[in-house]
């Protein structure tokens, strides 16, 4: 009965949702595991990023480049092949008639040299816009030094080790085992349907069984290119995967990251402690500076204060409940005036802050206010 008890018990747990096996007694335990189950915050996103740590598949960049080239040489193969020809007929013909000296040597280079890049240069060109362009597409302009640093880590004989049994070795293995299955197919596949072809290459011209060659090989590639893309594409959403899994963050870093970013919430409560502390005491050494202290009379107190100098009545401190209390005590103490006026209080107490002018809607109901103290100091003097 017992063993059967802790069977269940066991099976239970194992079967609970991943968060629940973390919680005990209101205790949110993966604070303490360090186990990363909380995505990556746009903070260690751009950190990674600017290491040069992002999402991108090299296979989807080079099936573009190998497409890329491909097509450019089904385009534009003819003409190379006409001006590498026409080129070759013209050294060969003038081989039996030059003399080979420094100049003639230099001139002959010079002439392959600019065949060369009349042929090659524009291929090269595809190739390098293309691979550009897909990897501005999958990452964007990235410019990272931390990747050319010397890294020791990487030479250690234990990490390399580690490296070689890892999932992303496995992952790479797999991938380039079905590259080379799926290569291989096509090759056999492509050698049985075009098995009629090859005897024609017997009685070919020279320059026909060129272009049925190329063309063979072209289609060929094509085929090929067009299942690797697929996988590309794949391989691409693999490693965007593999790589927010990368960042993802435990619930103690996430906190203490916040705690950089936004300041730890203690401290900041403290320091608004203090700052509310340090204008309450501001506010209460205004208060005898004031001529009158407005009331509601329990719940509100505004103290203003009017000189000649001012265009209009003038709020130095302001509160409501104990505030309010403690408002008119000090007033008190300091024979301001305290005056009882509900509606005034209540109008000026959401409208006005520390130091505004009262609005003009209230003039005359404050100037009445300071009318009364004014005449009641007149006849206490």
């Known amino acids: 009965m017992a063993l059967s008890m802790i069977f269940i018990a066991f099976w239970m747990a194992s079967h609970q949702s991943t968060d629940s096996r973390y919680k005990l007694a209101g205790f949110d335990l993966q604070l ?4 990363k189950t ?25 099936v573009f480049v190998i497409l890329a080239a491909f097509y450019t040489l089904k385009l534009l193969g003819a003409n190379l092949y006409l001006e590498l020809a026409g080129y070759m ?25 600019l065949v060369l890049l009349k042929t090659v240069l524009p291929v090269l060109l595809v190739i390098l816009v293309t691979s550009l362009a897909i990897n501005y597409m999958q990452v964007g302009f990235i410019f990272s030094t931390e990747t050319l640093m010397p890294n ?27 590259k080379v299955t799926i290569i291989g197919y096509f090759i056999y596949r492509f050698a049985i349907i075009e098995t009629d072809a090859i005897p024609k290459f017997i009685s070919m011209e020279l320059i026909d069984s060129l272009k049925l060659a190329g063309s ?3 289609d060929l590639a094509f085929q090929i290119l067009s299942v690797m893309l697929v996988l590309a594409a794949f391989d691409y959403f693999y490693q965007w995967w593999e790589h927010n899994q990368s960042l993802k963050m435990s ?6 990251e916040f705690k950089q970013t936004e300041g730890n919430p203690q401290i900041k409560g403290k320091i608004k402690e203090k700052q509310r502390a340090i204008a ?21 107190a505004i103290a203003l204060k009017y000189d000649k100098t001012m265009s209009a009545p003038v709020v130095l401190a302001k509160g ?5 209390e403690r408002i008119k005590q000090v007033a008190r103490e300091n024979r301001v005036a305290v005056v009882e006026n509900k509606p005034l209080a209540r109008a000026l107490y959401p409208v006005v802050q520390i130091g505004d002018a009262i609005p003009p809607e209230l003039y005359q109901a404050v100037a009445e206010v300071l009318a009364y103290v004014y005449r009641l100091k007149k006849r206490l003097s």
């Open 32 to 35: 303490f595991s360090g186990e």
């Open 89 to 113: 007929t013209e050294i060969f013909s003038t081989l039996t008639t030059t003399d080979f000296t420094i100049n003639s040597v230099q001139i002959l280079f010079l002439n392959l040299s």
């Open 280 to 300: 309450m005491r501001r506010m209460m050494q205004e208060i005898p500076k004031a001529d009158v202290v407005v009331t509601n009379p329990t719940h509100l």
């Open 251 to 256: 619930k103690q870093e996430v906190k203490e």
């Open 320 to 324: 409501q409940d104990f505030l309010a």
């Open 38 to 62: 909380e995505e990556a915050t746009p903070k260690r996103k751009e950190e990674a990023k600017k290491k040069g740590q992002v999402a991108k598949s090299t296979e989807i960049s080079a």
């Open 152 to 178: 020791f880590n990487k030479i250690d004989p234990l990490s390399g080790f580690q490296r070689l049994f890892s999932k992303r070795s496995l992952v790479e293995l797999l991938k380039a085992l079905f």
């Open 216 to 218: 063979l090989i072209i």
